[in-house]
């Protein structure tokens, strides 16, 4: 990785801002945590962090609080649970405290009221406006808390917020955490130097969402899996009727083209051979199976792939040695069509030889839906992050951090 690592500073005594995602969800009067998934993600960093007695203080955002305090979305809550995930691993439950304000004269006394080993969480970021809008007076006044930058947060890497790219143009040092530096390690892996062959997997309802991505790996992957709505446009850019499936008609010609791009590529696109119809979009809908090229009936709909669909993606998926999965094969929220995303999920999770990395809130919903999350070899905790790091972007919140050498 080209970027400072936290592993490469010296911490000791050091007070270190942690750019964290705790954007979790919380109860409707947002006093219990619902899912402590993404605290638990960047407790390897804050742990590394205390292990090595620096001063940690932990800035995040929650929800949308539109740049003014919400009581429903503030942070208070997190540092109960993160005082019994940090005394289970370390013994230092009475080591947090909380900051009402993530600026300002509070904030800067109890940063420098911190102990090494200690830590500090401040208040939700968003309940300023200066932290969307990438204010260099916010940004600076969050550098006032501390000696050295640390970016965890891979799901907001690819936002230019102050907390993520301003902060670092008045620190002295930027680095990665341990689970950004994972993200990077994984992905950046698969993108510039992959184990072949190289399949990649994409789903999700349309292709105007997932273009780019697929134009950037053409070439690079070996076969493109498309599943999911999106699929529907590429198979009616061939001539084949869909009934009343999901098509944008606007992106007809650009499918059409990206299928010429492919095999020009020599990247293979496969798309489903047989599809589950339905006569609404519904979980109660009537279903049947439709094989082959013909014109669907004109009153119903594709909502998921059929067998022969899933025998064909399997197939492929268990020859790769590198596997991006992003995006469900169906409408796999609804049980009724959730057999092809869960049939990919476990055809994903079979091949022990691949490294696999799943992106994208509805793949990752669909892996740990089917049971097979702890058999993924990475799991990416940044949606709209994984998808631009796909599309061959360059993210802010690491393009930011500092460079090694």
């Given amino acids: 990785m080209p970027k400072l690592s936290i592993r490469d500073l010296e911490l000791r005594d050091q007070r270190i801002l942690i750019r964290v995602d705790f954007n979790v969800p919380l109860s409707a009067d947002g006093r219990q945590i619902l899912d402590d998934t993404r605290i638990k993600e960047t407790l390897p960093t804050i742990e590394y962090a205390l292990r090595h007695r620096a001063k940690v203080i932990l800035a995040s955002h929650l929800g949308r609080p539109q740049g003014k305090p919400n009581p429903k979305m ?10 019994i995930l940090l005394d289970k691993e370390l013994g230092a439950s009475e080591n947090v405290a909380f900051s009402p304000n993530c600026i300002g004269e509070i904030a800067e006394e109890m940063s420098r ?29 969050l550098a006032h808390l501390c000696d050295l930058y640390v970016n965890d947060a891979f799901g907001s890497a690819h936002r230019a917020h102050a907390s993520t790219e301003g902060i670092t143009h008045f620190v002295k040092t930027s680095a990665a955490g341990l689970l950004m530096e994972k993200e990077l390690t994984y992905m950046g892996k698969a993108l510039a130097a992959p184990e072949k062959p190289f399949v990649a997997i994409l789903g999700g309802a ?33 001539g084949q009727e869909v009934g009343k499936s999901l098509v944008e008609a606007d992106k007809l010609g650009l499918a059409k083209s990206t299928i ?11 798309l489903p051979v047989d599809h589950v119809l339905a006569d609404k979009f519904a979980p109660d809908a009537k279903s049947e199976l439709f094989k082959g090229d013909g014109s669907f009936p004109r009153e119903l709909m594709a909502l998921d792939i059929g067998p022969e669909t899933i025998d064909l993606f399997a197939d492929e998926i268990s020859l790769a040695r590198t596997i991006i999965w992003n995006g469900p094969m169906g409408v796999f929220e609804m049980p009724a069509f959730a057999k092809g995303t869960n049939a990919i999920a476990e055809a994903v999770a079979d091949n022990a030889s691949a490294t696999s990395i799943v992106g994208g809130g509805d793949s990752v919903s669909a ?39």
Avoid: C, W
Avoid at 74 to 83: A, E, G, N, T, Y
Avoid at 260 to 270: E, F, S, V, W, Y
Avoid at 374 to 383: A, E, L, M
């Fill in 367 to 405: 892996v740990k839906q089917a049971g097979v999350a702890d058999r993924i070899t990475h799991i990416s905790t940044g949606g709209g992050a994984s998808l631009e790091f796909l599309e061959g972007k360059k993210l802010p919140g690491v393009e930011a951090l500092t460079n090694k050498g």
């Fill in 206 to 238: 349309k292709v105007s969402d997932k273009i780019q991505v697929i134009e950037n790996l053409l070439g690079k992957v070996d076969a493109l899996i498309i599943g999911g709505g999106m699929a529907y446009t590429f198979l009616k850019s061939m």
């Fill in 260 to 270: 010429d791009k492919a095999k020009a590529a020599g990247t293979r696109i496969l």
């Fill in 74 to 83: 503030s942070l208070r809550p997190v540092v109960d649970r993160l005082r």
């Fill in 113 to 141: 009221q911190l102990e090494s080993g200690q830590v500090l969480l401040l208040e939700n970021l968003r309940f300023h406006a200066g932290e969307e809008a990438n204010d260099s007076k916010f940004a600076k006044q």
